[in-house]
């Protein structure tokens, strides 16, 4: 029996969902909407519907506009696999590749959007609507949005597959909206994977979202939201979490990748928990808090800072000194208690060159409590690497499981700059290693083991 309110992109009657699904999907919406015109019927009257794209590849040339609330759009399967890798391997090993491209049920961003059309020319599912109520209960689950290839961006690189430039968006909210989820999809290739706006109640969970220009971009404003269990890599000019004026949020569980800007980037975010992450980095400026965020908590993270070892991306940055601090806090009253940090990096490539490279870099605030994190920074010499380009995996594996020759490297684990007082450094560096003015903050050092004691 045919459910009224299921609808299978391929077998829909109007539009071809391999040349065109979002022609197909809109038709769709159109469908739903002329199927559930009133407001209020029977205690009900517009309970939504779910759209299904089986597995596939569906190439998008026409952007999908959702302005209806309860719909979900749902696959079977995020179908990720690195294109990074793949675009930097010689054609001549790609002929024995057992598979080139991402899976599952793909979209296919066949959009070509110009720079200056605005954020949403770009955006493979654009959802917007005005009026009240905002729209709510929109899901996007188990797909693939590929946004197939970057493009030169003008600075005079010879390879524009590591851009990260293309104008494309996977998923775009422009207006007001409550308890949306996203969970279990695909974004890869794009400039931007998932961006919304003024969001309440939102839950980006279960994802793989990476080798995008910016992966979760939380804008405008908001409150209550969670971003959890995911798979996160931004490129390294843009952000792999990033959220301005938002209060309430969850950022927890996630395992972001290295080579972004930053791992988490806040502006002016309130009343929000990073907690239990796993970050690793190849940039100083992991964890930003700008714009004076405040009574944030950042706990029981792992910061792992090292350098780019894959020789493809190893000439690209996000343009930050060592100075900048792994983690930098602008702001009032947060708590960053109980994290590991550890930095590992061969002398030759800390900038500038001859520093103590800055941990913790307190810029500017009051009645912050910084207690009881575990740096721990090494260095070592780096290794002359000759393996080929698709030996990415065994390349980077390789340099993270590197413990054996590492040296201490003398570090400044928290640094509390002028314009920061009143605030308590515990147990995160000695007294050497913390630059504080004791006179107007309160400080207590890590003890210092000054002796090695042998047992007889």
């Not at 002329?34 to 407001?39: G, H, I, L, M, T």
């Not at 299904?52 to 190439?59: Q, T």
């Not at 969001?199 to 220009?213: H, K, Q, S, T, Y």
């Not at 994190?373 to 698709?390: F, L, R």
Request: glycine letters at 10%; a negative charge; one cysteine or more.
């Amino acid at each position: 029996m045919v459910r009224e309110n299921y609808y299978d992109a391929t077998k829909y009657p109007v539009g071809n969902p391999y040349e065109d699904i979002g022609a197909v999907i809109n038709s769709i919406i159109a469908d739903i909407k002329s199927r559930q015109p009133v407001s209020d019927l029977n205690d009900g009257g517009k309970p939504g519907a779910v759209i299904y794209i089986p597995p596939g590849d569906y190439r998008l040339v026409t952007q999908v506009v959702i302005d209806v609330s309860f719909l979900k759009i749902m696959g079977s399967g995020h179908g990720f696999t690195s294109s990074s890798i793949r675009f930097n391997t010689p054609a001549s090993e790609l002929e024995h590749w057992h598979e080139v491209w991402p899976g599952g049920s793909r979209i296919l961003v066949d959009m070509s959007p110009e720079a200056t059309d605005g954020e949403a020319a770009g955006a493979a599912f654009y959802v917007k609507r005005t009026g009240s109520p905002r729209i709510s209960s929109v899901e996007f689950a188990d797909f693939c949005i590929d946004g197939l290839h970057f493009t030169d961006d003008g600075s005079g690189q010879k390879d524009p597959e590591n851009t990260y430039k293309n104008g494309k968006t996977g998923i775009l909210v422009g207006s007001a909206n409550d308890s949306f989820r996203i969970t279990g999809m695909g974004l890869i290739y794009l400039e931007h994977g998932v961006t919304v706006h003024d969001a309440d109640a939102l839950a980006i969970d279960n994802n793989f979202i990476a080798e995008c220009g910016n992966c979760i971009e939380l804008k405008g404003m908001g409150q209550a939201s969670r971003i959890t269990n995911n798979f996160v890599g931004a490129g390294y000019q843009g952000h792999s979490i990033y959220a301005e004026n938002y209060g309430g949020i969850l950022v927890s569980s996630n395992n972001i990748f290295p080579r972004g800007a930053s791992s988490v980037y806040f502006s002016g975010v309130v009343r929000s928990s990073v907690t239990g992450n796993r970050f690793h980095s190849f940039y100083p400026g992991m964890l930003v808090f700008a714009a004076n965020c405040c009574e944030n908590l950042v706990s029981s993270n792992h910061f792992l800072r090292d350098r780019e070892p894959w020789a493809p991306m190893q000439k690209y940055d996000n343009g930050l000194d060592d100075l900048f601090g792994l983690l930098r806090i602008d702001g009032s009253n947060n708590s960053v208690i109980a994290n590991h940090i550890s930095e590992t990096l061969d002398t030759q490539y800390i900038r500038p060159l001859g520093v103590k490279p800055v941990i913790i870099n307190l810029v500017s605030g009051s009645g912050n409590y910084i207690a009881n994190n575990h740096i721990v920074a090494t260095t070592e010499t780096s290794q002359i690497n000759d393996a080929p380009n698709s030996a990415c995996f065994s390349t980077q594996v390789g340099a993270l499981l590197s413990t054996d020759n590492l040296k201490p490297l003398e570090v400044t684990s928290v640094l509390v700059q002028e314009r920061s007082v009143r605030n308590t450094v515990l147990d995160s560096g000695n007294d050497e290693q913390v630059v504080i003015d004791r006179s107007v903050n309160a400080f207590r050092g890590t003890p210092s083991i000054n002796a090695v004691v042998s047992n007889p």
